[in-house]
C-alpha cells in the first residue's frame, strides 16, 4: 500500500495549491466569522452554520471532486502505466481528495471559532459536532463524486449527475418525505420516517446536528419521535453507521469499477 | 545471446519483447481487435501503422494494462500481462497527450514517477539536458507551454531505462530541434538494447527510424516484418507507398 501513500502525497501537494480549494475556505472562513460577530451569539451562529454545512458542504466536494477526476483522467493513466496496482492507486487518489476537501472545511469553520471566542465552554460540543458531521459529508460526498465520475465518461454528463445527485440528498428528497408524510398523514408514520431518513446522508447529518442543538422538537411532529429514538447512544451510534456506509458503499462500488475500467 | 546495456549489467535478451495471440476487444458493439497475433523483436524499433480505428492505441492501452482485453494472451519480456503490475517496470510510456497536474512543477512529477517506480537504475537525464527543461523544472506545470510539457513527457519516458518504450505520436507538439533530439536519442536507445514501439502518423519520419512495421487494418494485422521486407514484398521503394499499396490491395 506504499504507493498510495505517495498517490496521496502528491495529490495534496497538487491540491493545497489549488485556487478552488483556497476560495473555498475562504468562503467558509469569512461566513462563519460574519456569522460569529453579526448572528447574535454563539448557539445561533452555530445553528446558522448548520444549513450552510449540509448544503454547501455536499456541493462543493462532488462538483469539485468530480471535476478534478476529469481534470487528471489522463494522468491517471500514466500513473497506471507504472508499475502500480489500481487498488492501491484508488485509495491514494480517494484519500487526496477527501483530505484536502475536509482540511479546508476544518479551516474555514474553525479558525474564526478559535479567534472569535468560543470562550466559554457550552459551544465545544455543538462545534465538534457540526466539524464532525462536516467531515463525515465531505467524505461521503466526495466518494458519490468518484463513483460519478467513472460511470460516466462524458465529462458534461457526470458533472450534470453530480449537481442532480446533491440537489437530490438536499432538496428532492425532503419534498419526497413530506409528500408522503402529507399522503399517509392517517397512518403513524414516526418509524417509517426515521427509516427514510436513514436513507439520505444529507438527512443524517441533520439529525446528528439537530440532536446536539436541542432543537428536535422544532422538527415538527416526529421530532419528539426522532428526540427519542435518536437521541439515545444507540440512535447516534446508527446515524454514525449509516453515514458510514454511505461512505463505504459509493467507494467500494466506485473501486469496483476503477478495477476493471478500460482507459 | 546476452548484450550490455547502457547500465553495464549484462541482460538475456530475449527474442521477442511482446508477443500476443489472439488478442480481442470490444468496445459495445464495435469489435476493435479481431485477434491480433503479434511478436514484436527486442532490440528493434518497431512501428505500429494503421488507419483511424484500426486499434493502435488499443493494442498500446492493452500492453500497459490500462484496457483489458476480452480474449487472446499477451505477454511483455516473458511476463504475462494480467493482473500483477511489476511487468510495467520494465515499461517507458510516453502518452500521446500528457495532462500533468497543473499546481505541480516539472520536478515534483518527476520525483512521484520516481517515487513510484523505484528504480534503482541511474536514471538517464540525457533528454532533460538536451531539451532544456533544468531551467523549467520548478515552475507550475499550467505556467509551462505545450511544447514544453510535450518534452517532460518525452524526457520522463526515458529516465528510467526501461527495457521497452512505447512512445505514441512522439514527436507530434514538438519543433523541428527537439524532435531531432528526440530521434535521435530513440536511435541511441536502440543502440543500448532497448526494445521502442512507436506509433506516428507522419510515415516520411517513421523512414528513418523504424527497423519493423506492424500495420493494423480493422482490427486485424495486416502485415508484419521489416521495413526492407514490407518494401520487397509491395515493389515500393517508400514507406508511405508500400503503406498506401497494402491498405489498397492487401498481401494475403
Redesign the interface.
Known amino acids: 500500500m506504499t ?1 498510495a501513500v ?2 496521496f502525497r ?2 495534496i ?3 493545497r ?2 485556487r478552488w480549494l483556497l476560495g473555498y475556505a475562504l468562503l467558509l472562513l469569512a461566513l462563519t466569522d460574519a456569522l460569529l460577530r453579526f448572528g447574535g451569539g454563539g448557539p445561533r451562529a452555530v445553528l446558522s452554520l448548520m444549513n450552510v454545512v449540509l448544503v454547501f458542504v455536499p456541493l462543493v466536494s462532488i462538483v469539485f471532486g468530480t471535476m478534478y477526476l476529469y ?5 491517471i ?10 487498488t492501491a492507486l484508488f485509495a491514494g487518489l480517494y484519500a487526496g481528495l477527501a483530505a484536502p476537501l475536509a482540511a479546508g472545511f476544518l479551516i474555514g469553520v474553525g479558525l474564526p471559532f478559535l479567534w472569535g471566542g468560543a470562550g466559554d465552554g457550552s459551544l465545544a460540543g455543538p462545534l465538534a459536532m457540526l466539524l464532525a458531521a462536516g467531515v463525515l459529508l465531505t467524505l461521503v460526498f466526495t466518494a458519490l463524486a468518484f463513483l460519478v465520475s467513472l460511470l460516466f465518461e462524458d465529462r458534461a454528463k457526470g458533472l450534470g449527475i453530480a449537481i442532480l445527485v446533491w440537489l437530490a440528498a438536499t432538496a428532492l428528497y425532503d419534498a419526497l418525505l413530506v409528500v408522503v408524510a402529507t399522503t399517509f398523514s392517517d397512518y403513524p408514520l414516526e418509524l417509517p420516517l426515521i427509516g427514510l431518513t436513514l436513507l439520505n446522508p444529507v438527512d443524517l447529518g441533520r439529525v446528528l446536528l439537530l440532536l446536539r442543538f436541542d432543537t428536535a422538537a422544532l422538527m415538527g411532529y416526529t421530532g419528539a419521535v426522532f428526540e427519542r429514538f435518536f437521541g439515545s447512544r444507540l440512535g447516534v451510534g446508527l446515524v454514525l453507521a449509516a453515514l458510514g456506509l454511505w461512505c463505504a458503499a459509493p467507494l467500494l462500488l466506485a473501486n469496483r469499477r476503477f478495477r ?1 475500467k ?2 | 545471446m546476452t548484450r550490455d546495456t547502457a547500465a553495464g549489467r549484462p541482460l538475456p535478451l530475449p527474442a521477442t519483447v511482446v508477443s500476443a495471440s489472439g488478442v480481442t476487444k470490444r468496445f459495445g458493439r464495435q469489435q476493435v481487435l479481431r485477434g491480433i497475433d503479434l511478436a514484436v523483436r527486442a532490440g528493434r524499433i518497431t512501428a505500429i501503422l494503421g488507419p483511424n480505428a484500426a486499434g493502435k492505441s488499443t493494442v498500446i492501452k492493452i500492453l500497459l494494462g490500462l484496457t483489458r482485453a476480452d480474449g487472446g494472451s499477451l505477454a511483455v519480456n516473458g511476463a504475462a500481462v494480467g493482473s500483477d503490475p511489476g511487468y510495467r517496470a520494465e515499461i517507458g510510456y510516453m502518452p500521446q497527450h500528457p495532462h500533468f497536474p497543473e499546481n505541480l512543477t516539472g520536478r515534483e512529477v518527476v520525483h512521484l514517477l520516481r517515487d513510484l517506480r523505484g528504480d534503482a537504475v541511474p536514471e538517464d537525464d540525457e533528454l532533460f539536458g538536451a531539451f532544456g527543461l533544468p531551467a523549467e523544472l520548478d515552475k507550475p506545470i499550467r505556467a509551462l507551454s505545450g511544447g514544453t510539457r510535450q518534452k517532460l513527457n518525452a524526457a520522463v519516458a526515458f529516465m528510467f531505462r526501461p527495457a521497452l518504450l512505447i512512445l505514441d505520436e512522439p514527436t507530434a507538439g514538438l519543433d523541428p530541434v527537439a524532435s531531432g533530439h528526440l530521434k535521435a536519442k530513440i536511435l541511441r536507445a536502440r543502440h543500448d538494447g532497448t526494445s521502442v514501439i512507436l506509433t506516428s502518423h507522419v510515415l516520411s519520419e517513421l523512414e528513418e527510424l523504424v527497423d519493423d512495421v506492424v500495420l493494423l487494418l480493422e482490427g486485424r494485422v495486416e502485415f508484419q516484418g521489416s521495413l526492407r521486407r514490407l518494401k520487397d514484398a509491395t515493389g515500393e521503394g517508400r514507406l508511405e507507398r508500400a503503406i498506401a499499396h497494402l491498405m489498397q490491395r492487401g498481401t494475403k
Open positions: 504507493a505517495k498517490v502528491y495529490e501537494q497538487d491540491l495549491r489549488s481534470g487528471a483522467r489522463d494522468f493513466e500514466l500513473l497506471l502505466a507504472q508499475p502500480v496496482g489500481r476493471r478500460d482507459f
